[in-house]
């Protein structure tokens, strides 16, 4: 409000001539490039500081959890989910022989990018889709998995399963209407599924590569636009990691 009001007010003195248009133009681009500065210079420092703590002793996988669980907790996070999920098969690639496709803006709906979901699967050497993730910051109702099944109808493909991440808990008829949908396909598993239990499950089940999980998700949220994650929502993780690995310090010396 008051940034809108501000703005308000140049515009209301430049069109009386008090101010002159070139020149605030040239200050506004001024400082925007000390304020882009300013931010990467922030991000830079966080990243120095995480890379004095490489000695200490590694992050558990409760640790990176709990890191996961503070950040999707903070606001502006709608994202977040998506890169959890898509950090894991960036990690575990060559595990699992399986790779995400490129991700989508974040306000790309399905329907213009032609996709099944937000995060899609495929076999590393092959570009059919065989699993399909969708994320809901909401619980998932039975319209959500109609909507679902009419994607897959219309892009007339047949995938191994269709993966609800949800942040919020749905109600046992919706998971059992979604189960029931494998006999209705004739094979396409419907699965709803919390966002942190996801990563727990996964950090326990590649528990030695918890890491890599942790560094390809750090790397997926610096390279998102701040329109899709915000610099301070950036800037929350680093810290949060940081605060996490600084307890192992004295542990390790």
Request: charged share 30%; net charge negative; proline share 1%.
């Amino acid at each position: 409000k008051k940034l809108y009001n501000a703005v308000l007010q140049l515009l209301d003195l430049t069109e009386k001539n008090n101010i002159n248009a070139e020149n605030l133009l040239k200050e506004i681009v001024r400082c925007l490039y000390i304020l882009n500065i300013e931010r990467k210079d922030r991000l830079r420092t966080l990243l120095r500081e995480l890379e004095s703590t490489e000695e200490s002793i590694p992050l558990s996988s409760e640790d990176v959890v709990q890191i996961f669980e503070h950040h999707i907790g903070c606001r502006g996070a709608s994202r977040l989910p998506v890169l959890i999920v898509a950090a894991a098969y960036k990690a575990a690639s060559e595990y699992l022989k399986e790779k995400i496709l490129a991700l989508h803006a974040h306000n790309a709906a399905d329907r213009q990018t032609g996709a099944l979901g937000d995060v899609e699967i495929t076999l590393i050497d092959d570009k059919k889709v065989i699993t399909s993730y969708e994320m809901k910051l909401k619980k998932v109702v039975k319209s959500d998995i109609d909507n679902a099944l009419n994607k897959i109808v219309t892009a007339k493909v047949k995938i191994d399963n269709y993966i609800f991440i949800s942040t919020e808990s749905s109600d046992e008829d919706v998971i059992e209407y979604a189960k029931s949908q494998y006999s209705e396909t004739k094979g396409i598993e419907f699965v709803i599924l919390d966002c942190i239990s996801f990563a727990k499950h996964f950090l326990h089940l590649f528990h030695r590569i918890r890491i890599d999980y942790l560094n390809a998700y750090q790397e997926l949220v610096l390279s998102e636009p701040e329109s899709a994650i915000s610099q301070s929502l950036k800037e929350i993780f680093l810290n949060l990691r940081l605060e996490a690995e600084r307890q192992y310090i004295n542990d390790s010396e």
